[in-house]
């Protein structure tokens, strides 16, 4: 079975000068949970707790719950991370207009929502239909909860005005005019985009596009068994603080693969927990953090899976401020990184070099081992001296800001390390400075104000690491890096 096909994603970052690190997502198995009956077949998980199970409020950082959610509910159409392709899921086909603006997605007629019933009988109530799709898209994109993000449905005609709107004025008939999103029939959906995006089929497969029934939606708290609507190829049966259950769908239309007829999903109270709970055994499937990971396979190396994930550390340079206003500085600085350097700061097996924004593992991107070749230490001296700092004679002190969590201040000082070493840079120059996390979001951003007095001033550089919200290479070089409107800023 395979238990989720979800995205780690999270959010975009800044016209970059260096790529530092790849980070990876571990897999392992074996944490301990209640010992179960032989029948039915049962496949034991652990993860922590999910905040949601709401589509439309799942945040990117929640990969419990998207992990569940991709199992729950069907989406237009799946990620296949074997062939790392965009597939049919409900959506059985879809065609593009001839100026890539409007997408019409025809569905399929067999998959039904679900319900479980107070004896445990799971029902079929009704077909998935356009309706529920385009409930899903206005969910997204209303100014009020559940959504927690909505940027990545703004390329829908519509979608921004609609989040930006009086609450009280975001009716049906409000979003018939404003939202491109169009039920041609029952089974036909269509959308309206601003400006043609190839990359929109990798969207869909995000969980605020998948569809939800607005009767059910529309009735408080109704993510919970009994009362819930999944339409998926598990449902959720039971669920409580500590463990959660899902069983086969009866009336998912498509065969299923392999034997496991139930999924057992023990919650930890924290990742601390998984690798002492891994001793005990009895648990098939875990997702871990890099420390958990460690501790496991320094006994069990073979329990231990480890895949590229879709994290980049970027060097950012504010090029407004005089002294990394220089093409040469910021190009001497760049291929003056040692990436061997920084990944020696790191715990073994948490990140792989990187010299290019996308990663492994991109849709539509280059599928190319990462490596060091972005250290060129001849051309970085001698850019410095172009610059008119021979030796890395800085002329003044920089401020090199990145977030205090550890390991990013870790790479912040081999960063410091490896100019040091590779051009000669006095280590005083360059002040190391952690601030908390939002801070160097909005610094990354373009939002740190160099105007407002409360403000401080904005750092000569700055690590990031970024992570979109989906796989397609846009994501990347798009969102993240576009020179007019990239998520991450310069200057």
């Not at 571990?26 to 029948?39: C, K, S």
């Not at 829908?156 to 169009?182: H, K, M, Q, W, Y």
């Not at 709970?277 to 890099?290: E, K, N, Q, T």
């Amino acid at each position: 079975m395979r238990l989720a096909r979800s995205f780690t994603s999270p959010r975009r970052v800044s016209i970059l000068l260096v790529l530092l690190a790849l980070a990876v997502t571990l897999l392992f198995p074996g944490m301990a949970l209640p010992a179960q009956a032989q029948e039915p077949v049962a496949a034991r998980v652990a993860m922590l707790a999910p905040l949601t199970l709401d589509p439309q409020a799942v945040t990117p950082a929640d990969t419990s719950a998207q992990d569940l959610i991709e199992n729950l509910f069907i989406g237009l159409v799946r990620h296949d991370p074997y062939q790392n392709a965009i597939l049919p899921a409900l959506a059985k086909e879809w065609r593009v207009s001839d100026d890539g603006l409007t997408w019409t997605f025809t569905l399929r007629e067999d998959i039904p929502w679900v319900q479980v019933g107070p004896d445990g009988a799971i029902t079929a109530v009704r077909p998935v239909d356009a309706e529920d799709v385009r409930f899903a898209a206005r969910r997204a994109c209303d100014p009020e909860p559940p959504n927690p993000v909505t940027h990545v449905l703004y390329v829908i005609e519509g979608c921004r005005i609609t989040s930006s709107a009086n609450p009280l004025l975001v009716d049906d008939a409000f979003v018939e005019r404003e939202l491109g999103v169009r039920v041609v029939d029952a089974r036909t959906v269509e959308f309206r985009l601003l400006f043609p995006a190839p990359y929109f089929p990798a969207l869909m497969a995000l969980p605020e596009f998948k569809p939800v029934p607005r009767e059910a939606a529309n009735a408080g708290e109704w993510t919970v068994p009994g009362v819930m609507y999944t339409s998926g190829p598990w449902t959720l049966t039971a669920r409580d603080a500590a463990l959660a259950t899902l069983v086969r769908n009866p009336h998912w239309p498509d065969a299923p693969a392999g034997n496991v007829e139930q999924v057992l999903v023990g919650f930890a109270p924290n990742m601390d927990a998984m690798a002492p709970s891994f001793l005990a055994g009895g648990v098939d499937f875990a997702r871990v953090d890099i420390h958990a990971a460690t501790a496991i396979a320094a006994s069990q190396p073979n329990a231990v899976l480890a895949v590229p994930g879709q994290t980049v550390i970027l060097l950012g340079f504010s090029a407004e401020l005089p002294l990394t206003a220089s093409d040469a500085l910021r190009r001497g600085l760049a291929l003056g990184i040692d990436r061997n350097v920084l990944l020696a700061a790191l715990p073994p097996g948490a990140a792989l070099p990187a010299w290019r924004m996308t990663p492994p593992g991109a849709l539509s991107g280059p599928a190319s081992e990462m490596d060091n070749r972005g250290f060129a230490p001849d051309a970085a001296r001698a850019a410095l001296e172009a610059a008119g700092m021979p030796g890395c004679s800085l002329r003044e002190t920089l401020d090199l800001m990145v977030s205090d969590a550890p390991e990013m201040v870790a790479l912040a000082r081999a960063v410091v390390e490896s100019w040091r070493a590779n051009l000669g840079c006095n280590p005083a120059a360059v002040r190391v400075t952690p601030v908390p996390q939002p801070t160097i979001d909005r610094v990354a951003n373009g939002t740190y104000s160099t105007i407002r007095r409360n403000d401080p001033s904005r750092p000569a550089l700055w690590l990031y690491a970024y992570t979109p919200d989906y796989l397609d290479v846009n994501a990347w070089l798009g969102d993240g890096v576009h020179c007019l409107y990239g998520y991450l800023k310069h200057g």
